[in-house]
């Protein structure tokens, strides 16, 4: 069961972030790169237990942004994992149209760090958004 943020003071960081670092890769990513997922738990145990619970606070404490979407007026890339825990598909295809011209892509195989999990894929679909956007 996923943790809530209020319960963040309650628990051990060991057993926040077990409950956390496989909500934010894709099971393929877990299962072919357990040194990556490693790694994001041990960056995650780094951090001091009252930082964590600022920043779980703060993102959920945040206000929506959603309405000031429609104001951006630059070439906007939103890219998203099609195996992502954290953000339904939905919701970012629902931020996708409410940028005007933005164009949303998703990296198959990834979770909620498609850039971390595969680099490559992050790499390609963002020079292929920018060498389109130069060429306008």
Request: charged content about 30%; glycine content about 4%.
């Amino acid at each position: 069961m996923p943790l809530r943020w209020e319960e963040v003071p309650t628990v051990e960081p060991e057993a926040f972030t077990l409950a956390t670092v496989p909500r934010l890769v894709a099971e393929r990513t877990r299962r072919e790169r357990p040194e990556l997922v490693d790694r994001l738990r041990a960056i995650i145990l780094e951090q001091p237990p009252d930082t964590l619970v600022r920043a779980l606070r703060g993102m959920a404490d945040r206000p929506d942004s959603t309405p000031l979407l429609p104001g951006i007026s630059v070439p906007t890339l939103v890219v998203r994992g099609a195996e992502d825990a954290l953000v339904a598909p939905e919701e970012a295809e629902a931020m996708a149209r409410a940028i005007p011209d933005a164009r949303l892509m998703t990296i198959p195989g990834t979770g909620h760090l498609p850039n971390v999990e595969d680099p490559a894929a992050f790499d390609r679909v963002l020079v292929h958004f920018l060498e389109a956007v130069e060429g306008h």
